[in-house]
């Protein structure tokens, strides 16, 4: 437990060391990008979103089946 320990606080230091020195800028393109995103219909506060309904209802049971034992299938 003591060496996990250690190998998370070592990767937590190289994470951080990582993002003292990371720079990011935004060109005009990548903020067109997310203005064109953020103006589809589906990204709008008043979008439907019933559809995702059925994909969660869609993932579960592919889920459910795949960790219920061979005996209750």
Same mark, same amino acid.
């Given at each position: !437990?003591?060496?996990?320990? *250690?190998? &998370?606080? #070592?990767?937590? *230091? =190289? %994470?951080? *060391?990582? =993002?003292?020195?990371?720079?990011? *800028? !935004?060109?005009?393109?990548?903020? %067109?990008?997310?203005?064109? &995103?953020? =103006? !589809? ?5 008043? %979008? ?5 309904? !059925?994909?969660?209802? %869609?993932? =579960? ?5 795949? &960790? #219920? ?5």
């Amino acid at each position: !437990m003591a060496d996990d320990l *250690e190998r &998370v606080s #070592r990767g937590l *230091e =190289a %994470a951080k *060391e990582f =993002a003292r020195t990371y720079r990011f *800028e !935004m060109t005009d393109d990548y903020r %067109a990008l997310i203005t064109r &995103v953020e =103006a !589809m219909p589906r990204n709008q506060s008043s %979008a439907d979103e019933s559809g995702r309904w !059925m994909g969660s209802y %869609a993932d =579960a049971k592919a889920w459910l089946a795949a &960790v #219920r034992p061979a005996s209750r299938k």
